[in-house]
């Protein structure tokens, strides 16, 4: 089975470490989510993943050929309609351009509901489309497009609950069809419902959690919002 493995990462901006020892490893059709505080060190993760960052130490193992990675940050061409900018995407990220139908047909079988609505926005010049709106366009389309391996920095930041379950509809449709995901997000509940296992970022390392259950008792907390806070807050929970 194809596998992507980050082993023993270090990394600094500063004298001061963000990352010391970091292991993460995630396989083919799995769905593996990242938690951690604000500046914990996510997305230099991804970055470090994605090769657009050199750790200082450490080993990267990786089987996939096909990466693709959704920045936290996406700036559009204002003047351009989505459309053209998907065809710039799909340019840029593949060797087999997708066209709108083919992007349609994978859309849904694996969210049907999704498929009207994401014609819409297809239209839509990209100026006039919110943050929320751009950022669930971007994810999907990037899913459509065939790649072995999908990195996404908080797809569903700023996005409305019924798109939240699309998405992640669509994730769970594209690991089925064996695409290894890697995905960060703030909100807890929707990494543990919909991750096969996680990872918390705390004390500058990758703690890793099958299920919530797991991330509560070893917390010693009743909720997993507490967990987190525990996790971030108190050093010596963390091992
Ligand atoms: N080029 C840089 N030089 C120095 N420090 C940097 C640089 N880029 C990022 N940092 C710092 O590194 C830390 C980690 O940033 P990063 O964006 O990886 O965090 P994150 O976990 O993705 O945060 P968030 O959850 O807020 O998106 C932050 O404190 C940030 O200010």
Not at 25 to 51: R, W, Y
Not at 96 to 119: C, G, H, N
Request: net charge neutral; glycine share 6%.
């Amino acid at each position: 089975m194809k596998k992507f493995t980050a082993q023993n990462i270090d990394f600094s901006y500063t004298d001061t470490p963000l990352l010391t020892q970091a292991s993460l490893e995630v396989a083919q059709g799995d769905i593996v989510g990242i938690l951690g505080p604000n500046g914990s060190g996510k997305t230099t993760f991804f970055d470090i993943v994605c090769d657009l960052k050199k750790a200082k130490s450490g080993f990267i193992k990786n089987d996939f050929i096909r990466f693709l990675y959704l920045s936290q940050i996406i700036s559009t061409p204002p003047p351009l309609r989505m459309r053209d900018i998907f065809k710039m995407v799909s340019a840029l990220s593949s060797n087999e351009p997708m066209t709108q139908d083919k992007t349609l047909k994978k859309l849904s079988a694996w969210s049907p509901a999704i498929v009207d609505r994401y014609q819409d926005m297809w239209n839509k010049k990209s100026s006039l489309c919110s943050y929320g709106e751009t950022r669930w366009f971007f994810t999907l389309s990037l899913l459509s497009i065939s790649a072995d391996f999908v990195i996404l920095d908080e797809p569903t930041a700023g996005v409305d609950p019924e798109f939240r379950h699309y998405i992640w509809q669509c994730l769970h449709g594209a690991a089925r069809e064996g695409t290894a995901i890697l995905v960060s997000s703030h909100n807890v509940d929707e990494v543990i419902n919909h991750c096969d296992y996680f990872y918390m970022i705390s004390q500058k390392c990758f703690n890793r959690f099958n299920n919530g259950s797991e991330f509560m008792q070893k917390y010693g907390v009743k909720t997993v919002d507490d967990a987190f806070i525990r996790a971030v807050t108190e050093p010596v929970f963390a091992t």
